[in-house]
């Protein structure tokens, strides 16, 4: 009897887990389950809607020889009034439910991020799947093309690339990683400007023959979803060979200007440079150089390069590799109609390239004056350009001018929004840079 009534209460039992669990097991299974590695949003001509692209990593093509490259990515386009829509739409299309907890990147196009785009960023920051510290990229092209060209032999795992790629701003300062949370953030905050990762496809890179557009027909329809035909690829060749530079044209450009010094290579996109937010709209961007100088300002980049005209010989150039021995330090007058804002750095050099001189001395003084009237004018140029260009404070000194009020009205009234693009820049610098060099004694 005993043993009749444990039967019943185990299978009693068993039945209740099953009915309990089977419906989220259902549900949460990994098979019925799509993870999203990127998420694009796109601006539709002539629609109040937008486009949607969710890019899949297959996972059925990986292979311990494979690379990113040889793996293409899936990549699917929603045209829906949201984000949150197009989710759901996606969902029953593909009959399966997306998970964006793997999702690493969230790239705009700059047309949709010149209209604002706060109320997106908003839907995915109360989307609980997707982490804040996922990167924030605004795309020159389409957010599609973007997505379809990250990729490169050089990682097995598309995924990794955009792990890694932000990375390379500590030891370059050429671009910033640029988490979803601050960016957010600094959209709320009126005080205060943000920015994002600049990326576009790479001059170097083959577009893919068939690629998705997002062009307005002659008759004003949208083309969204459609392929690019033969037309377009004849029309592609023939830009590219009127644009093309020859290579010792190219290779006069130095790493650090507006265009890619990069001759040829694999990798289908750049992230190099930032994109500048006001409130929350796209106002323009930071060349190479001048992300550097936010890096360094920002204290993110722990060594960097720079080319400076040789004061020996003014056909040269000089690169001195130079680290940041502490962070900036900064001041703020807020006494006078416009904040004066002072930046001092502590700086240490090193001349990567042997020294034509014979005074040790005077080399040292030459170059210590060369090096810091170069980094004067160029910080100050992209300190101008923040405020008088764009009037967004990315940089942050609203939190150091507001120390100066007691209160949190009396520093609203100072309206430093508007102060901002009114201030006044001045840069310092530590006594000596460069303490020594490697002379080649001319005889």
Not at 77 to 98: C, F, M, P, R
Not at 191 to 210: C, P, Q, R, W, Y
Not at 229 to 253: A, F, I, V, Y
Request: hydrophobic share 35%; aromatic share 10%.
């Amino acid at each position: 009897m005993k043993k009749v009534i444990k039967w019943i209460v185990f299978s009693i039992t068993t039945l209740i887990f099953f009915y309990a669990f089977s419906a989220s097991y259902n549900l949460q299974n990994i098979d019925n389950l799509d993870y999203v590695i990127a998420l694009g949003v796109d601006t539709i001509p002539n629609s109040k809607n937008i486009a949607v692209s969710f890019e899949f990593a297959n996972l059925g093509s990986f292979s311990e020889n494979s690379s990113s490259k040889d793996t293409k990515p899936i990549i699917n386009t929603v045209e829906a009034s949201s984000i949150s829509n197009a989710i759901n739409t996606l969902n029953a299309y593909i009959g399966k439910q997306l998970n964006l907890s793997h999702c690493k990147v969230i790239v705009f196009s700059e047309d949709f991020a010149k209209t604002g785009i706060l109320k997106e960023v908003s839907i995915i920051m109360h989307n609980n799947q997707i982490r804040p510290t996922t990167n924030v990229v605004v795309a020159e092209e389409n957010s599609n093309i973007y997505l379809k060209n990250s990729v490169s032999s050089l990682e097995q795992v598309l995924t990794k690339y955009y792990d890694v790629f932000p990375t390379s701003s500590e030891y370059t300062g050429f671009t910033s990683d640029i988490p979803l949370g601050e960016f957010y953030e600094g959209l709320l905050d009126q005080n205060v400007g943000t920015v994002a990762i600049l990326g576009k496809k790479s001059n170097v890179s083959t577009e893919s023959e068939e690629s998705w557009s997002n062009e307005s027909s002659s008759d004003g329809s949208s083309s969204l979803g459609k392929k690019s035909g033969s037309d377009s690829k004849e029309q592609d060749s023939t830009s590219n060979s009127k644009e093309e530079k020859k290579p010792n044209e190219k290779q006069q450009k130095d790493i650090i200007t507006e265009e890619s010094a990069i001759l040829e290579g694999d990798r289908g996109t750049e992230n190099i440079g930032l994109a500048v937010f006001k409130d929350d709209k796209y106002v323009g961007n930071l060349s190479t150089l001048e992300t550097l100088w936010y890096s360094l300002l920002k204290t993110e980049v722990d060594k960097f390069l720079v080319s400076i005209d040789d004061p020996f010989n003014k056909d040269e150039k000089i690169d001195i590799s130079i680290t940041s021995l502490s962070d900036v330090t900064f001041k703020v007058d807020v006494s006078t109609l416009n904040p004066k804002i002072t930046a001092k750095f502590n700086l240490k050099g090193k001349v990567m390239n042997d020294i034509q001189d014979n005074s040790y001395d005077e080399a040292i003084e030459k170059l210590n004056s060369s090096l810091k009237k170069y980094l004067e004018d160029e910080i100050l140029k992209y300190l101008y350009k923040t405020s008088k260009e764009f009037n967004s404070d990315i940089e942050g000194f609203y939190r150091i001018a507001k120390k100066h009020f007691l209160t949190i009205q009396d520093f609203e009234n100072y309206n430093w929004s508007e102060k901002y693009k009114n201030a006044e820049f001045k840069v310092e610098f530590n006594d000596k840079i460069i303490s020594n060099v490697l002379i080649e004694q001319i005889i």
